[in-house]
Protein backbone atom coordinates (compact mmCIF):
# COMPACT_ATOMS: atom_id res chain seq x y z
CA UNK A 1 0.00 0.00 0.00
CA UNK A 2 3.15 2.38 0.42
CA UNK A 3 3.58 4.91 2.91
CA UNK A 4 0.66 6.12 4.86
CA UNK A 5 0.41 10.25 5.51
CA UNK A 6 0.29 11.37 9.17
CA UNK A 7 -1.84 14.60 9.37
CA UNK A 8 -0.61 15.09 13.04
CA UNK A 9 2.70 14.17 13.26
CA UNK A 10 3.63 16.16 16.44
CA UNK A 11 0.44 14.67 18.19
CA UNK A 12 -2.15 17.88 18.08
CA UNK A 13 -3.30 19.43 14.60
CA UNK A 14 -2.14 23.02 15.83
CA UNK A 15 1.12 22.25 16.69
CA UNK A 16 1.50 20.20 13.37
CA UNK A 17 0.28 22.85 11.83
CA UNK A 18 2.85 25.25 12.96
CA UNK A 19 5.83 22.78 12.34
CA UNK A 20 4.14 21.82 8.64
CA UNK A 21 4.52 26.28 8.66
CA UNK A 22 8.03 25.70 8.85
CA UNK A 23 8.99 26.32 5.66
CA UNK A 24 6.73 28.65 4.29
CA UNK A 25 8.18 30.88 7.58
CA UNK A 26 11.63 30.36 6.47
CA UNK A 27 11.16 31.85 2.88
CA UNK A 28 8.93 35.00 5.10
CA UNK A 29 11.77 35.68 7.57
CA UNK A 30 14.64 35.04 4.66
CA UNK A 31 12.71 37.26 2.07
CA UNK A 32 10.79 40.35 4.45
CA UNK A 33 13.23 40.13 7.62
CA UNK A 34 16.68 39.13 6.44
CA UNK A 35 16.14 40.34 3.20
CA UNK A 36 17.69 37.69 1.44
CA UNK A 37 17.38 37.02 -2.49
CA UNK A 38 14.26 35.23 -3.81
CA UNK A 39 16.61 32.05 -5.03
CA UNK A 40 18.18 31.94 -1.80
CA UNK A 41 15.23 31.96 0.24
CA UNK A 42 13.48 29.65 -1.47
CA UNK A 43 16.24 27.19 -1.65
CA UNK A 44 16.49 27.36 2.25
CA UNK A 45 12.84 26.97 2.37
CA UNK A 46 13.43 24.24 0.23
CA UNK A 47 15.58 22.50 2.45
CA UNK A 48 13.25 22.99 5.59
CA UNK A 49 10.63 21.26 3.76
CA UNK A 50 12.88 18.25 3.11
CA UNK A 51 13.91 18.18 6.85
CA UNK A 52 10.17 18.08 7.74
CA UNK A 53 9.31 15.60 5.10
CA UNK A 54 11.60 13.22 6.55
CA UNK A 55 12.16 13.81 10.46
CA UNK A 56 8.74 15.19 11.64
CA UNK A 57 6.31 13.34 8.90
CA UNK A 58 9.28 10.61 9.06
CA UNK A 59 8.39 9.96 5.07
CA UNK A 60 10.59 7.70 3.25
CA UNK A 61 13.60 9.03 1.52
CA UNK A 62 13.00 8.15 -2.17
CA UNK A 63 9.25 9.76 -1.88
CA UNK A 64 10.60 12.63 -0.11
CA UNK A 65 13.20 13.41 -2.54
CA UNK A 66 11.27 11.87 -5.54
CA UNK A 67 8.54 14.99 -4.75
CA UNK A 68 11.07 17.60 -4.81
CA UNK A 69 12.78 16.05 -7.98
CA UNK A 70 9.08 15.89 -9.51
CA UNK A 71 8.28 19.60 -8.38
CA UNK A 72 11.54 20.86 -10.02
CA UNK A 73 10.45 19.16 -13.36
CA UNK A 74 7.32 20.80 -12.78
CA UNK A 75 8.62 23.83 -12.36
CA UNK A 76 10.70 23.61 -15.50
CA UNK A 77 7.26 22.88 -18.02
CA UNK A 78 4.14 23.79 -16.23
CA UNK A 79 5.74 27.41 -15.06
CA UNK A 80 8.77 28.08 -16.22
CA UNK A 81 8.67 27.32 -19.63
CA UNK A 82 5.27 29.81 -19.89
CA UNK A 83 6.51 32.14 -18.72
CA UNK A 84 10.16 32.10 -20.28
CA UNK A 85 8.51 32.26 -23.57
CA UNK A 86 5.66 35.04 -22.68
CA UNK A 87 8.89 37.05 -21.48
CA UNK A 88 11.06 35.83 -24.82
CA UNK A 89 8.08 37.25 -26.80
CA UNK A 90 7.77 40.52 -25.23
CA UNK A 91 11.54 40.83 -25.72
CA UNK A 92 11.33 40.02 -29.46
CA UNK A 93 9.07 43.11 -30.23
CA UNK A 94 11.53 45.00 -28.57
CA UNK A 95 14.80 43.85 -30.45
CA UNK A 96 12.97 44.28 -33.89
CA UNK A 97 11.85 47.80 -33.22
CA UNK A 98 8.08 47.05 -33.02
CA UNK A 99 7.67 48.21 -29.30
CA UNK A 100 8.89 51.81 -30.28
CA UNK A 101 6.23 51.74 -32.88
CA UNK A 102 3.84 50.76 -29.92
CA UNK A 103 5.09 53.15 -27.47
CA UNK A 104 4.82 56.13 -30.19
CA UNK A 105 1.21 55.33 -30.71
CA UNK A 106 0.48 55.73 -26.70
CA UNK A 107 2.24 58.43 -25.81
CA UNK A 108 0.69 60.48 -28.81
CA UNK A 109 -2.79 59.61 -27.84
CA UNK A 110 -3.51 62.25 -25.81
CA UNK A 111 -2.41 65.31 -23.72
CA UNK A 112 -4.55 64.48 -20.37
CA UNK A 113 -2.66 62.96 -18.30
CA UNK A 114 -5.79 61.02 -16.80
CA UNK A 115 -6.38 59.45 -19.89
CA UNK A 116 -2.76 58.52 -20.43
CA UNK A 117 -2.74 56.91 -17.36
CA UNK A 118 -6.06 55.19 -18.43
CA UNK A 119 -4.50 53.84 -21.87
CA UNK A 120 -0.83 52.95 -20.39
CA UNK A 121 -1.51 52.32 -16.70
CA UNK A 122 -4.49 50.28 -17.17
CA UNK A 123 -4.68 49.03 -20.42
CA UNK A 124 -1.28 48.42 -21.81
CA UNK A 125 -0.14 47.02 -18.62
CA UNK A 126 -3.08 44.47 -18.54
CA UNK A 127 -1.39 43.46 -21.83
CA UNK A 128 2.20 42.99 -20.80
CA UNK A 129 0.70 41.10 -18.02
CA UNK A 130 -0.82 38.64 -20.05
CA UNK A 131 2.14 38.52 -22.40
CA UNK A 132 4.36 38.40 -20.10
CA UNK A 133 4.12 38.83 -16.72
CA UNK A 134 6.51 38.55 -14.11
CA UNK A 135 6.71 42.26 -13.10
CA UNK A 136 7.25 43.53 -16.45
CA UNK A 137 4.43 45.29 -16.53
CA UNK A 138 4.98 47.65 -13.87
CA UNK A 139 8.86 48.30 -15.59
CA UNK A 140 7.78 48.98 -18.52
CA UNK A 141 4.62 50.94 -17.93
CA UNK A 142 6.27 53.18 -15.15
CA UNK A 143 9.27 53.90 -17.01
CA UNK A 144 6.86 55.13 -20.02
CA UNK A 145 4.72 57.52 -17.96
CA UNK A 146 7.81 58.98 -16.48
CA UNK A 147 9.57 59.63 -19.57
CA UNK A 148 5.64 61.36 -20.66
CA UNK A 149 6.33 63.44 -17.60
CA UNK A 150 4.85 61.72 -14.41
CA UNK A 151 6.59 62.18 -11.34
CA UNK A 152 8.88 58.95 -10.94
CA UNK A 153 6.88 58.16 -7.60
CA UNK A 154 3.60 58.77 -8.88
CA UNK A 155 4.43 56.57 -12.14
CA UNK A 156 5.38 53.67 -10.20
CA UNK A 157 2.27 53.46 -7.73
CA UNK A 158 0.04 53.91 -10.65
CA UNK A 159 1.96 51.16 -12.71
CA UNK A 160 1.28 49.03 -9.33
CA UNK A 161 -2.16 49.83 -8.60
CA UNK A 162 -2.97 48.79 -12.10
CA UNK A 163 -1.38 45.74 -11.92
CA UNK A 164 -4.18 44.11 -10.48
CA UNK A 165 -6.85 43.05 -12.60
CA UNK A 166 -4.76 41.14 -15.22
CA UNK A 167 -2.79 39.23 -12.70
CA UNK A 168 -4.76 36.15 -12.28
CA UNK A 169 -4.51 35.37 -16.24
CA UNK A 170 -0.88 36.89 -16.56
CA UNK A 171 1.54 35.15 -18.88
CA UNK A 172 -0.93 33.08 -20.99
CA UNK A 173 -3.22 32.05 -17.64
CA UNK A 174 -0.03 30.67 -16.33
CA UNK A 175 -1.64 30.66 -12.24
CA UNK A 176 -4.51 29.11 -13.71
CA UNK A 177 -2.84 26.65 -15.50
CA UNK A 178 -0.58 25.68 -12.63
CA UNK A 179 -3.67 25.45 -9.79
CA UNK A 180 -5.46 23.38 -12.60
CA UNK A 181 -2.78 20.82 -12.67
CA UNK A 182 -1.98 20.97 -8.91
CA UNK A 183 -5.28 20.14 -8.02
CA UNK A 184 -6.93 18.37 -10.30
CA UNK A 185 -5.64 14.41 -8.36
CA UNK A 186 -7.19 15.92 -5.31
CA UNK A 187 -10.25 16.99 -6.98
CA UNK A 188 -10.04 13.58 -9.18
CA UNK A 189 -10.87 15.15 -12.53
CA UNK A 190 -8.39 15.97 -15.77
CA UNK A 191 -6.22 18.70 -15.36
CA UNK A 192 -7.66 20.36 -18.32
CA UNK A 193 -11.11 20.41 -16.86
CA UNK A 194 -9.57 22.03 -13.33
CA UNK A 195 -8.64 24.86 -14.92
CA UNK A 196 -11.03 25.89 -16.58
CA UNK A 197 -13.37 25.46 -14.06
CA UNK A 198 -10.99 27.42 -11.68
CA UNK A 199 -10.82 30.11 -14.82
CA UNK A 200 -14.36 30.40 -14.82
CA UNK A 201 -14.71 30.96 -11.31
CA UNK A 202 -12.17 33.51 -11.14
CA UNK A 203 -14.06 35.51 -14.12
CA UNK A 204 -16.50 35.82 -11.78
CA UNK A 205 -15.04 37.54 -9.02
CA UNK A 206 -13.03 39.76 -10.61
CA UNK A 207 -15.06 41.45 -12.52
CA UNK A 208 -16.28 43.76 -10.00
CA UNK A 209 -12.59 45.22 -8.76
CA UNK A 210 -11.88 44.63 -12.22
CA UNK A 211 -14.54 47.88 -12.74
CA UNK A 212 -13.29 49.95 -10.25
CA UNK A 213 -9.55 50.22 -10.61
CA UNK A 214 -9.73 52.72 -13.58
CA UNK A 215 -11.77 54.98 -11.31
CA UNK A 216 -9.28 54.17 -8.53
CA UNK A 217 -6.68 54.78 -10.44
CA UNK A 218 -7.22 58.23 -11.66
CA UNK A 219 -8.54 59.03 -7.86
CA UNK A 220 -5.38 58.19 -6.70
CA UNK A 221 -3.75 60.76 -9.63
CA UNK A 222 -6.05 63.45 -9.19
CA UNK A 223 -8.63 63.16 -6.83
CA UNK A 224 -12.24 62.61 -6.89
CA UNK A 225 -12.91 65.77 -8.37
CA UNK A 226 -10.94 65.16 -11.67
CA UNK A 227 -12.23 61.60 -11.66
CA UNK A 228 -15.82 62.62 -12.42
CA UNK A 229 -14.42 65.08 -14.98
CA UNK A 230 -13.49 61.99 -17.54
CA UNK A 231 -15.96 59.37 -16.16
CA UNK A 232 -17.09 58.36 -19.59
CA UNK A 233 -13.73 57.03 -20.25
CA UNK A 234 -13.51 55.63 -16.75
CA UNK A 235 -16.68 53.54 -17.19
CA UNK A 236 -15.43 52.68 -20.89
CA UNK A 237 -12.33 51.36 -19.68
CA UNK A 238 -13.46 49.47 -16.44
CA UNK A 239 -16.99 47.88 -18.37
CA UNK A 240 -15.22 46.87 -21.80
CA UNK A 241 -11.85 45.37 -19.53
CA UNK A 242 -14.35 43.61 -16.96
CA UNK A 243 -17.03 42.18 -19.58
CA UNK A 244 -14.11 40.51 -21.83
CA UNK A 245 -12.66 39.05 -18.79
CA UNK A 246 -15.85 37.26 -18.00
CA UNK A 247 -16.51 36.33 -21.40
CA UNK A 248 -12.89 35.31 -22.38
CA UNK A 249 -12.47 33.43 -19.14
CA UNK A 250 -16.12 31.28 -19.11
CA UNK A 251 -16.07 30.49 -23.19
CA UNK A 252 -12.67 30.94 -24.60
CA UNK A 253 -9.77 29.84 -22.24
CA UNK A 254 -7.36 31.32 -19.53
CA UNK A 255 -4.90 31.74 -21.69
CA UNK A 256 -6.63 35.07 -23.39
CA UNK A 257 -8.55 36.76 -20.75
CA UNK A 258 -5.53 39.24 -20.56
CA UNK A 259 -4.80 39.92 -24.06
CA UNK A 260 -8.64 40.18 -25.26
CA UNK A 261 -10.07 42.11 -22.20
CA UNK A 262 -7.02 44.62 -22.32
CA UNK A 263 -7.55 45.21 -26.34
CA UNK A 264 -10.73 45.32 -25.95
CA UNK A 265 -10.08 48.48 -23.08
CA UNK A 266 -7.88 50.23 -25.41
CA UNK A 267 -9.68 50.19 -28.84
CA UNK A 268 -12.78 51.34 -26.50
CA UNK A 269 -10.83 54.36 -25.31
CA UNK A 270 -9.80 55.25 -29.17
CA UNK A 271 -13.38 55.00 -30.34
CA UNK A 272 -15.16 56.88 -27.34
CA UNK A 273 -12.71 59.62 -28.00
CA UNK A 274 -13.30 59.95 -31.61
CA UNK A 275 -17.13 61.29 -29.97
CA UNK A 276 -16.05 62.60 -26.52
CA UNK A 277 -13.14 64.18 -25.05
CA UNK A 278 -12.85 65.86 -21.35
CA UNK A 279 -13.79 69.75 -20.97
CA UNK A 280 -10.28 70.58 -19.69
CA UNK A 281 -7.31 68.50 -20.28
CA UNK A 282 -5.49 68.41 -16.61
CA UNK A 283 -1.98 67.93 -16.41
CA UNK A 284 0.11 68.12 -13.34
CA UNK A 285 0.93 71.77 -11.41
CA UNK A 286 3.81 73.64 -13.39
CA UNK A 287 3.40 71.78 -16.37
CA UNK A 288 2.08 74.05 -19.68
CA UNK A 289 -1.47 74.05 -19.90
CA UNK A 290 -2.62 72.83 -23.34
CA UNK A 291 -5.56 74.51 -25.21
CA UNK A 292 -5.88 73.00 -28.16
CA UNK A 293 -9.58 71.13 -26.83
CA UNK A 294 -7.04 68.20 -26.51
CA UNK A 295 -8.62 65.54 -28.27
CA UNK A 296 -7.83 62.52 -28.09
CA UNK A 297 -5.68 61.32 -31.11
CA UNK A 298 -5.60 64.86 -32.51
CA UNK A 299 -1.55 64.40 -32.41
CA UNK A 300 -1.81 61.19 -34.72
CA UNK A 301 -2.33 61.71 -38.20
CA UNK A 302 -4.59 59.22 -40.20
CA UNK A 303 -1.73 56.61 -40.72
CA UNK A 304 -1.08 56.47 -37.07
CA UNK A 305 -4.84 55.64 -36.35
CA UNK A 306 -5.71 53.92 -38.65
CA UNK A 307 -2.75 51.64 -40.44
CA UNK A 308 0.12 52.64 -38.70
CA UNK A 309 -1.67 51.49 -35.20
CA UNK A 310 -2.74 48.19 -37.00
CA UNK A 311 0.95 48.07 -37.87
CA UNK A 312 2.33 48.40 -34.34
CA UNK A 313 0.17 46.24 -32.83
CA UNK A 314 0.91 43.42 -35.41
CA UNK A 315 2.73 41.30 -32.96
CA UNK A 316 0.28 40.97 -30.71
CA UNK A 317 -2.64 40.33 -33.03
CA UNK A 318 -0.58 37.03 -34.20
CA UNK A 319 -0.23 35.77 -31.10
CA UNK A 320 -3.77 35.99 -30.54
CA UNK A 321 -4.41 34.11 -33.68
CA UNK A 322 -1.82 31.33 -32.56
CA UNK A 323 -3.50 30.66 -29.10
CA UNK A 324 -6.52 30.58 -30.66
CA UNK A 325 -5.95 28.05 -33.05
CA UNK A 326 -4.22 26.21 -30.35
CA UNK A 327 -7.67 26.17 -28.58
CA UNK A 328 -10.04 25.88 -30.74
CA UNK A 329 -11.06 22.46 -29.96
CA UNK A 330 -12.15 23.62 -26.57
CA UNK A 331 -14.44 26.92 -28.10
CA UNK A 332 -15.83 25.36 -30.76
CA UNK A 333 -17.40 21.85 -29.79
CA UNK A 334 -17.26 18.46 -32.24
CA UNK A 335 -15.55 20.04 -34.94
CA UNK A 336 -14.41 17.67 -37.78
CA UNK A 337 -11.21 16.13 -36.94
CA UNK A 338 -9.05 17.69 -39.67
CA UNK A 339 -10.47 21.16 -38.16
CA UNK A 340 -9.57 20.63 -34.86
CA UNK A 341 -5.83 21.70 -34.08
CA UNK A 342 -6.36 21.57 -30.38
CA UNK A 343 -6.74 17.40 -30.33
CA UNK A 344 -3.99 17.33 -33.51
CA UNK A 345 -1.21 19.02 -30.45
CA UNK A 346 -2.66 16.95 -27.60
CA UNK A 347 -1.30 13.53 -29.86
CA UNK A 348 2.44 15.29 -28.58
CA UNK A 349 1.20 14.95 -25.19
CA UNK A 350 3.75 12.83 -23.08
CA UNK A 351 1.85 11.36 -19.92
CA UNK A 352 3.78 9.24 -17.34
CA UNK A 353 3.78 8.14 -13.59
CA UNK A 354 6.54 9.45 -11.69
CA UNK A 355 9.33 6.58 -10.55
CA UNK A 356 9.23 5.80 -6.54
CA UNK A 357 6.53 8.13 -5.78
CA UNK A 358 3.41 7.36 -8.11
CA UNK A 359 0.95 5.60 -5.91
CA UNK A 360 3.60 4.83 -3.35
CA UNK A 361 1.99 7.61 -0.82
CA UNK A 362 -1.13 6.71 0.92
CA UNK A 363 -4.05 9.26 1.80
CA UNK A 364 -6.39 8.88 4.35
CA UNK A 365 -9.55 10.21 6.01
CA UNK A 366 -10.27 12.37 6.53
CA UNK A 367 -8.53 14.11 3.29
CA UNK A 368 -9.71 11.13 1.78
CA UNK A 369 -12.79 8.69 2.59
CA UNK A 370 -10.78 6.01 2.39
CA UNK A 371 -7.29 5.05 2.36
CA UNK A 372 -6.39 5.95 -1.53
CA UNK A 373 -2.65 5.90 -3.37
CA UNK A 374 -2.06 9.28 -4.18
CA UNK A 375 -0.79 9.47 -7.90
CA UNK A 376 2.14 11.50 -9.00
CA UNK A 377 1.39 11.73 -12.55
CA UNK A 378 3.43 14.30 -14.90
CA UNK A 379 1.70 15.51 -18.31
CA UNK A 380 4.12 17.32 -20.78
CA UNK A 381 1.96 19.18 -23.39
CA UNK A 382 4.73 20.03 -25.77
CA UNK A 383 2.75 21.55 -28.69
CA UNK A 384 -0.24 22.41 -26.75
CA UNK A 385 1.66 24.00 -24.19
CA UNK A 386 1.39 28.32 -23.75
CA UNK A 387 4.91 28.24 -23.76
CA UNK A 388 5.29 26.47 -27.06
CA UNK A 389 2.60 29.07 -28.86
CA UNK A 390 4.10 31.63 -27.61
CA UNK A 391 7.53 30.90 -28.84
CA UNK A 392 6.23 30.13 -32.23
CA UNK A 393 4.41 33.11 -32.42
CA UNK A 394 7.65 34.87 -31.51
CA UNK A 395 9.38 33.00 -34.13
CA UNK A 396 6.75 33.79 -36.30
CA UNK A 397 6.65 37.24 -35.52
CA UNK A 398 10.67 37.75 -35.34
CA UNK A 399 10.80 36.87 -39.37
CA UNK A 400 7.62 38.88 -40.08
CA UNK A 401 9.82 41.80 -38.94
CA UNK A 402 12.78 40.89 -40.76
CA UNK A 403 14.71 39.63 -37.99
CA UNK A 404 17.60 37.32 -38.66
CA UNK A 405 17.95 34.20 -36.93
CA UNK A 406 21.07 35.41 -35.68
CA UNK A 407 18.90 38.15 -33.83
CA UNK A 408 16.15 35.75 -32.42
CA UNK A 409 19.23 33.36 -31.04
CA UNK A 410 20.70 36.52 -29.68
CA UNK A 411 17.17 37.67 -27.81
CA UNK A 412 16.85 33.82 -26.44
CA UNK A 413 20.16 33.88 -24.90
CA UNK A 414 19.48 37.34 -23.21
CA UNK A 415 16.08 36.26 -21.86
CA UNK A 416 17.92 33.71 -20.41
CA UNK A 417 20.38 35.99 -18.83
CA UNK A 418 17.38 37.90 -17.95
CA UNK A 419 15.39 35.32 -16.16
CA UNK A 420 17.72 33.34 -14.77
CA UNK A 421 17.34 33.87 -10.82
CA UNK A 422 13.87 33.88 -11.50
CA UNK A 423 13.60 30.39 -13.15
CA UNK A 424 15.38 29.14 -10.41
CA UNK A 425 13.26 30.58 -7.84
CA UNK A 426 10.43 28.75 -10.03
CA UNK A 427 11.88 25.69 -9.96
CA UNK A 428 12.55 25.47 -6.15
CA UNK A 429 8.82 26.97 -4.92
CA UNK A 430 7.40 24.13 -6.93
CA UNK A 431 9.65 21.84 -4.84
CA UNK A 432 8.44 23.00 -2.16
CA UNK A 433 4.91 22.89 -3.10
CA UNK A 434 5.25 19.24 -4.12
CA UNK A 435 7.26 18.10 -0.67
CA UNK A 436 4.74 19.63 1.32
CA UNK A 437 1.83 17.74 -0.66
CA UNK A 438 3.19 14.26 -0.96
CA UNK A 439 4.49 14.45 3.07
CA UNK A 440 1.26 15.31 4.59
CA UNK A 441 2.53 18.94 5.40
CA UNK A 442 -0.31 20.73 3.34
CA UNK A 443 -2.96 18.16 4.52
CA UNK A 444 -2.09 19.44 7.86
CA UNK A 445 -2.47 23.24 7.10
CA UNK A 446 -5.36 22.37 5.09
CA UNK A 447 -7.04 20.73 8.35
CA UNK A 448 -6.00 23.29 10.65
CA UNK A 449 -7.73 26.43 8.24
CA UNK A 450 -10.61 23.88 7.97
CA UNK A 451 -11.57 25.56 11.63
CA UNK A 452 -12.08 28.52 10.51
CA UNK A 453 -15.52 27.51 9.69
CA UNK A 454 -17.82 29.93 7.60
CA UNK A 455 -15.14 32.25 7.69
CA UNK A 456 -12.84 30.43 5.84
CA UNK A 457 -13.34 31.84 2.26
CA UNK A 458 -12.89 35.36 3.30
CA UNK A 459 -9.37 34.43 5.16
CA UNK A 460 -8.59 32.60 1.38
CA UNK A 461 -8.46 35.79 -0.14
CA UNK A 462 -5.95 37.28 2.57
CA UNK A 463 -3.74 33.74 2.17
CA UNK A 464 -3.34 34.17 -1.46
CA UNK A 465 -2.57 37.71 -0.89
CA UNK A 466 0.45 36.61 1.53
CA UNK A 467 1.53 34.39 -0.91
CA UNK A 468 1.86 36.69 -3.60
CA UNK A 469 3.18 39.38 -1.04
CA UNK A 470 6.13 36.67 -0.44
CA UNK A 471 6.85 35.68 -3.56
CA UNK A 472 5.78 38.62 -6.17
CA UNK A 473 3.99 35.86 -8.55
CA UNK A 474 -0.13 34.56 -8.88
CA UNK A 475 1.65 31.53 -9.73
CA UNK A 476 3.16 30.38 -7.32
CA UNK A 477 1.18 31.64 -4.39
CA UNK A 478 -1.54 29.13 -6.07
CA UNK A 479 1.86 26.29 -6.01
CA UNK A 480 2.23 27.10 -2.13
CA UNK A 481 -1.31 27.87 -1.37
CA UNK A 482 -4.02 26.11 -4.29
CA UNK A 483 -3.89 22.49 -2.75
CA UNK A 484 -4.14 23.62 0.70
CA UNK A 485 -7.08 25.59 -0.06
CA UNK A 486 -8.99 23.37 -1.92
CA UNK A 487 -8.07 20.59 1.23
CA UNK A 488 -9.64 22.80 3.53
CA UNK A 489 -12.42 24.21 1.65
CA UNK A 490 -13.27 19.90 1.07
CA UNK A 491 -13.14 19.25 5.07
CA UNK A 492 -15.71 22.45 5.73
CA UNK A 493 -17.92 21.59 2.66
CA UNK A 494 -17.36 24.45 0.70
CA UNK A 495 -17.33 24.47 -2.80
CA UNK A 496 -12.96 23.63 -3.77
CA UNK A 497 -13.59 25.16 -6.83
CA UNK A 498 -14.30 28.40 -5.12
CA UNK A 499 -11.37 28.14 -2.96
CA UNK A 500 -8.60 27.72 -5.74
CA UNK A 501 -10.26 30.61 -7.23
CA UNK A 502 -9.98 32.53 -4.15
CA UNK A 503 -6.75 31.99 -3.57
CA UNK A 504 -6.18 33.06 -6.95
CA UNK A 505 -7.87 36.37 -6.99
CA UNK A 506 -6.65 37.22 -3.77
CA UNK A 507 -2.91 36.97 -4.30
CA UNK A 508 -3.89 39.60 -7.21
CA UNK A 509 -3.97 42.31 -4.49
CA UNK A 510 -1.37 41.40 -2.92
CA UNK A 511 0.91 41.88 -6.21
CA UNK A 512 1.07 45.65 -5.18
CA UNK A 513 3.24 45.31 -1.79
CA UNK A 514 5.36 42.53 -3.22
CA UNK A 515 9.55 43.35 -2.29
CA UNK A 516 10.19 42.00 -5.66
CA UNK A 517 7.34 43.82 -7.31
CA UNK A 518 8.50 47.34 -5.30
CA UNK A 519 11.91 46.87 -6.27
CA UNK A 520 11.19 46.04 -10.25
CA UNK A 521 9.02 49.27 -10.16
CA UNK A 522 11.97 51.49 -8.26
CA UNK A 523 14.62 50.31 -10.33
CA UNK A 524 13.03 51.15 -14.02
CA UNK A 525 12.67 54.71 -12.98
CA UNK A 526 16.35 55.06 -11.14
CA UNK A 527 14.50 55.23 -8.04
CA UNK A 528 16.42 52.55 -6.05
CA UNK A 529 15.97 53.14 -2.44
CA UNK A 530 12.16 54.16 -2.85
CA UNK A 531 10.85 51.21 -1.90
CA UNK A 532 9.44 51.90 1.53
CA UNK A 533 7.74 55.33 0.19
CA UNK A 534 6.13 53.28 -2.66
CA UNK A 535 5.06 50.09 0.24
CA UNK A 536 3.42 53.58 2.26
CA UNK A 537 1.35 54.27 -0.86
CA UNK A 538 -0.07 51.01 -1.80
CA UNK A 539 -0.11 49.05 1.37
CA UNK A 540 -3.48 50.08 2.64
CA UNK A 541 -5.40 49.99 -0.64
CA UNK A 542 -4.07 46.31 -1.41
CA UNK A 543 -5.37 45.21 2.22
CA UNK A 544 -8.47 47.23 1.06
CA UNK A 545 -9.12 45.76 -2.26
CA UNK A 546 -8.25 42.31 -0.98
CA UNK A 547 -10.89 42.67 1.57
CA UNK A 548 -13.35 43.46 -1.18
CA UNK A 549 -12.42 39.77 -2.83
CA UNK A 550 -13.24 37.86 0.62
CA UNK A 551 -16.47 39.64 0.29
CA UNK A 552 -17.24 38.42 -3.11
CA UNK A 553 -16.16 35.23 -2.12
CA UNK A 554 -18.09 34.83 1.18
CA UNK A 555 -20.90 36.15 -0.95
CA UNK A 556 -20.43 33.27 -3.18
CA UNK A 557 -20.34 30.53 -0.68
CA UNK A 558 -23.20 31.39 1.21
CA UNK A 559 -26.23 33.68 -1.19
CA UNK A 560 -24.95 33.99 -4.22
CA UNK A 561 -23.75 29.79 -4.69
CA UNK A 562 -25.54 30.02 -8.29
CA UNK A 563 -22.17 31.71 -9.35
CA UNK A 564 -19.52 28.45 -8.69
CA UNK A 565 -19.36 26.35 -11.95
CA UNK A 566 -19.53 22.78 -12.49
Given at each position: ???????????????????????????????????????????????????????????????????????????????????????????????????????????????????????????????????????????????????????????????????????????????????????????????????????????????????????????????????????????????????????????????????????????????????????????????EPVTTGASLGA?????????????????????????????IGTIFKNLPSW?????????????????????????????????????????????YSPGTVALIAA????????????????????????????????????????????????????????????????????????????????????????????????????????????????????????????????????????????????????????????????????????????
Amino acid sequence: MGWLQDYQPAGGLWLSAVLAALPIVVLLVALGVLRRSAPLSAALALVTALAAALLLYRMPAGPAFGSAAMGLVFGFWSVAWIAFHAVYFHNVTVATGRFDNIKAVLAGFSEDRRLQALLIAFGFGALLEGIAGGGSPIAITAAMMAALGFPPVKAVVLALLANTAPVAFGGLGNPLIVLGRLTAPILGMKQEQATDLFSSMVGRQLPLPAFIVPGFLIVVLAGWKRMIEVWPAVLTAGLSFAVMQFVTSNFISPSLVDVVAALAAMASLWILTRFWQPSAVWRFDGEEPVTTGASLGANLGAAKAGRGALYAWAPYIILIVAIFLSRIGTIFKNLPSWLDLTALLHKADWVFDWPGLHKEVVQHAPITPKDTPYAATLTVDFLYSPGTVALIAAIVVGFAMGAKPGLLLATYRRTLRQMRWALATIFMILAIAFVMNYSGATQTLGLALATTGVLFPLFSAYIGWLGVFLTGSDASTNSLFGPMQVISAQQLGVDPILAGATNTSGGVMGKMISPQNLSIGATAIGQSGKEGALLRQTFLWSVLLTAVVGVISLLQATVFRFMIPS
